[in-house]
């Protein structure tokens, strides 16, 4: 079955610090894993994705297969980097399948 | 483009009723997708419709039911309401196609007492 865990349900850092959330999946084929943002008053939207290997507003991810993980991270922390973060999962190469999304987590720049 | 939209943005509904919720995707997409996401918690998928039929469904009861229109728009039907499907539906549209991303709604928030 397919499982995404964050296990940070808040995370709170300094402007200017690096920052990481945490993301593990279990699933037995190839995934395609995602992080989406929710900012305050604003729906849900992508933030990046790991085949496109691009850096969003400063923030990268890589697919860790071996440790089944896609932490999201970024040098130096924005207070506009305040929101709600959501990793999430879909069988790869598959148009119709589900996207399988964890509890989120809560990230608060403090400045 | 006006992206995904949904309503009624809010709604209140007492116990045992039933309520209809609906969501127009964005331009150009053609599969919509349906999330409930309770207080605190990540989406959880319900199902999603493509060409009119039910594709592929989570795990929630028969009371969850749906439909999609040939203009791709979708309803979203909740029967027999319990307190506990409180929560903000959320509405996602992509296109039929490999690595097509999702693209949400602002949802609309169900109260019921």
């Known amino acids: 079955a397919q499982r995404v865990t964050q296990p940070e349900k808040l995370l709170s850092v300094f402007k200017g610090a690096p920052v990481e959330l945490k993301c593990n999946y279990s699933y037995s084929g190839s995934p395609e894993l995602f992080w989406y943002v929710q900012y305050s008053r604003q729906r849900l939207q992508l933030l990046l994705r790991h085949i496109s290997r691009e850096s969003i507003k400063g923030f990268t991810a890589d697919l860790n297969k071996g440790e089944t993980s896609f932490h999201l991270k970024k040098p130096f922390a924005q207070e506009e980097d305040s929101a709600m973060y959501y990793c999430?999962?879909?069988?790869?190469?598959?148009?119709?399948?589900?996207?399988?999304f964890g509890p989120g987590t809560s990230l608060s720049v403090i400045p | 483009d006006a992206g995904v939209t949904q309503s009624p943005t809010h709604l209140i509904k007492t116990r045992g009723q039933q309520v209809t919720l609906r969501c127009s995707p964005k331009s150009g997409h053609d599969t919509v997708s349906w999330y409930q996401q309770a207080l605190g918690q990540g989406p959880q998928f319900i199902f999603q419709y493509y060409e009119e039929e039910e594709r592929q469904r989570g795990n929630f009861p028969d009371r969850f039911s749906g439909h999609q229109f040939p203009n791709y728009s979708s309803e979203l039907n909740v029967n027999a309401l319990l307190l506990g499907d409180s929560a903000l539906y959320l509405c996602?549209?992509?296109?039929?196609?490999?690595?097509?991303?999702?693209?949400f709604g602002n949802g609309t928030r169900l109260t019921v007492t």
């Open positions: 996602a549209s992509s296109l039929d196609r490999v690595l097509s991303p999702l693209h």
């Open positions: 999430a999962l879909r069988a790869l190469k598959t148009s119709y399948d589900k996207v399988i």
